[in-house]
């Protein structure tokens, strides 16, 4: 558990309009944090049991008959209109969503007889675990204490702008990551990315985003619990601090999960979602090196018939990933995580970080470096030292290029969307099959090597990697 440096810093530019505020979520939408501060959990519970009932009553009168009919007589009103966000199943499990009858605490969370998950037959009591399922909920100041020894430092795993993670165990066994809000933050903007955050992730639900465990919100402590994902994030993995080198197929792979996590976003979500701060040190790595995308608090909604948000207030990014049409406009679009993961795709294929200070002038900024090195037909020379020199490689890295350079491309509609992104590199993962098995020393081994790419194609869910083949002609020693 190494502490990562500060990475990029996050950039604020007013741009001086009178415009709507950049982030106006209500915050009631999310229909679980009580909103009066300073407030005991119980205090909250009571007066969410007083809502909920006013709801009930509200929704008996209101709904037909039919409507009636197709609700779980255990179901609350508001798991019917969670459920259909997004994918997102569960529904808040706090006490000021939930709907009738009595809450439970179990194991720290809020629980209801007679909600859907209870309804589907898993016991809570027994398997908390598995109830993470029914959505985030609200932990106790206490057993984060607890699964974190007092956040003690030897359980800090990062820091960032919005303050200390931590990873910690809860009393069921579960590893949590605990993002603890540095409390000289608080400002209006910070509130909002808090709950910003929060309200982001709890729609959300894809093996390639980080999964919303639950949050805490009590007297001047903010915290958001979330999955916890044990092998460092990708700026680590490229740095040599962790792991062992990542090899191009796995950085293929890398690539493919950001895009697949992205695409979501943008198009499978009811309202589509801008991640805006795309960078390495965001996409953590699970131990088979499977990628998840973190930390959404800077995350926008777009309006549905726009295809953009509002005019920003503020640009917001890292520094080296920024979009330069946002930074122009000021409109954000999902054009503007394409431009990100365009400089994503360099930094995976090159290992460095966007903006090197400390090379030569020519090459500090890495995004020009490598379209040049494109332009004069020299991938090879621009790939990650780190990184082994066979024919397939390399011609990933080309083929990886070029998607990144059209990811970069000055101005927003000549990007590709992200879906576009996710099926060239699939094409592009396919073709690198192929070099492999033609590269393949022996031809009776280039069936067996067919075999098993279509075996690990058939569970890339499961253990999706591609390896290097050794045996590949090595054309260039790093
Ligand atoms: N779910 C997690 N599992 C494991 N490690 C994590 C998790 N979330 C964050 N980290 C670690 O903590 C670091 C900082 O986290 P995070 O980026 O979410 O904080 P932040 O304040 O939003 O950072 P920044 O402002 O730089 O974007 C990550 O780079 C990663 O190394």
């Given at each position: 558990?190494?502490?990562?440096?500060?990475?990029p810093t996050h950039l604020l530019f007013?741009?001086?309009?009178?415009?709507?505020?950049?982030?106006?979520?209500?915050?009631?939408?999310?229909?679980?944090?009580?909103?009066?501060?300073?407030?005991?959990?119980?205090?909250?519970?009571?007066?969410?049991?007083?809502?909920?009932?006013?709801?009930?009553?509200?929704?008996?009168?209101?709904?037909?008959?039919?409507?009636?009919?197709?609700?779980?007589?255990?179901?609350?009103?508001?798991?019917?209109?969670?459920?259909?966000?997004?994918?997102?199943?569960?529904?808040?499990?706090?006490?000021?969503?939930?709907?009738?009858?009595?809450?439970?605490?179990?194991?720290?969370?809020?629980?209801?007889?007679?909600?859907?998950?209870?309804?589907?037959?898993?016991?809570?009591?027994?398997?908390?675990?598995?109830?993470?399922?029914?959505?985030?909920?609200?932990?106790?100041?206490?057993?984060?204490?607890?699964?974190?020894?007092?956040?003690?430092?030897?359980?800090?795993?990062?820091?960032?702008?919005?303050?200390?993670?931590?990873?910690?165990?809860?009393?069921?066994?579960?590893?949590?990551?605990?993002?603890?809000?540095?409390?000289?933050?608080?400002?209006?903007?910070?509130?909002?990315?808090?709950?910003?955050?929060?309200?982001?992730?709890?729609?959300?639900?894809?093996?390639?985003?980080?999964?919303?465990?639950?949050?805490?919100?009590?007297?001047?402590?903010?915290?958001?619990?979330?999955?916890?994902?044990?092998?460092?994030?990708?700026?680590?993995?490229?740095?040599?601090?962790?792991?062992?080198?990542?090899?191009?197929?796995?950085?293929?792979?890398?690539?493919?999960?950001?895009?697949?996590?992205?695409?979501?976003?943008?198009?499978?979500?009811?309202?589509?979602?801008?991640?805006?701060?795309?960078?390495?040190?965001?996409?953590?790595?699970?131990?088979?090196?499977?990628?998840?995308?973190?930390?959404?608090?800077?995350?926008?909604?777009?309006?549905?018939?726009?295809?953009?948000?509002?005019?920003?207030?503020q640009v917001k990014g890292s520094s080296g990933y920024v979009?330069?049409?946002?930074l122009?406009?000021?409109?954000?679009?999902?054009?503007?995580?394409?431009?990100?993961?365009?400089?994503?795709?360099?930094?995976?294929?090159?290992?460095?970080?966007?903006?090197?200070?400390?090379?030569?002038?020519?090459?500090?900024?890495?995004?020009?470096?490598?379209?040049?090195?494109?332009?004069?037909?020299?991938?090879?020379?621009?790939?990650?030292?780190?990184?082994?020199?066979?024919?397939?490689?390399?011609?990933?890295?080309?083929?990886?290029?070029?998607?990144?350079?059209?990811?970069?491309?000055?101005?927003?509609?000549?990007?590709?969307?992200?879906?576009?992104?996710?099926?060239?590199?699939?094409?592009?993962?396919?073709?690198?099959?192929?070099?492999?098995?033609?590269?393949?020393?022996?031809?009776?081994?280039?069936?067996?090597?067919?075999?098993?790419?279509?075996?690990?194609?058939?569970?890339?869910?499961?253990?999706?990697?591609?390896?290097?083949?050794?045996?590949?002609?090595?054309?260039?020693?790093?």
């Amino acid at each position: 558990m190494s502490m990562r440096s500060r990475t990029p810093t996050h950039l604020l530019f007013p741009n001086g309009k009178h415009q709507k505020a950049d982030s106006e979520y209500n915050w009631s939408d999310v229909g679980t944090v009580d909103k009066a501060k300073n407030v005991s959990v119980l205090g909250s519970i009571k007066r969410a049991a007083k809502k909920v009932f006013g709801v009930i009553f509200f929704r008996q009168r209101k709904l037909k008959p039919t409507e009636c009919s197709r609700s779980d007589p255990g179901e609350s009103s508001i798991f019917d209109r969670e459920s259909t966000l997004s994918g997102w199943t569960g529904g808040y499990s706090s006490p000021s969503s939930v709907g009738r009858s009595t809450e439970k605490r179990v194991s720290g969370q809020y629980r209801l007889s007679g909600s859907r998950f209870l309804n589907s037959g898993i016991d809570s009591s027994s398997s908390s675990r598995k109830s993470w399922h029914l959505g985030p909920v609200i932990f106790s100041f206490k057993e984060l204490q607890k699964a974190t020894s007092n956040f003690a430092s030897v359980h800090q795993i990062g820091e960032g702008g919005f303050g200390t993670v931590f990873k910690g165990k809860l009393d069921d066994g579960t590893f949590v990551a605990i993002k603890r809000a540095r409390k000289n933050n608080y400002g209006k903007s910070w509130l909002s990315e808090f709950k910003n955050e929060i309200y982001t992730l709890s729609k959300i639900e894809h093996m390639n985003l980080v999964k919303l465990y639950g949050f805490l919100e009590h007297e001047d402590e903010r915290v958001i619990v979330v999955e916890y994902v044990g092998n460092g994030n990708l700026r680590e993995h490229l740095d040599g601090s962790r792991g062992s080198r990542l090899q191009m197929a796995e950085r293929l792979e890398i690539a493919i999960d950001v895009a697949h996590a992205l695409t979501y976003l943008h198009t499978y979500t009811d309202n589509p979602i801008i991640h805006r701060d795309i960078k390495a040190s965001n996409i953590l790595i699970t131990d088979k090196l499977r990628a998840k995308v973190a930390d959404f608090g800077f995350a926008r909604l777009v309006s549905e018939e726009s295809g953009v948000t509002h005019i920003s207030t503020q640009v917001k990014g890292s520094s080296g990933y920024v979009d330069p049409d946002y930074l122009r406009t000021f409109q954000l679009t999902d054009k503007s995580d394409v431009y990100s993961f365009g400089v994503l795709l360099i930094e995976l294929i090159t290992g460095r970080r966007p903006i090197e200070l400390k090379r030569p002038k020519k090459d500090r900024l890495t995004v020009k470096w490598a379209l040049k090195g494109l332009k004069d037909d020299e991938a090879v020379l621009i790939m990650d030292p780190l990184l082994k020199r066979n024919r397939a490689a390399i011609e990933v890295a080309e083929k990886m290029l070029k998607l990144a350079s059209q990811c970069l491309a000055p101005t927003r509609v000549t990007r590709p969307a992200m879906k576009d992104c996710a099926e060239k590199l699939w094409g592009i993962r396919r073709e690198m099959k192929e070099t492999m098995i033609c590269s393949s020393p022996s031809v009776s081994s280039s069936s067996s090597a067919g075999h098993s790419f279509m075996a690990r194609d058939s569970d890339r869910y499961a253990l999706p990697r591609i390896e290097d083949n050794e045996n590949t002609t090595e054309l260039l020693s790093p």
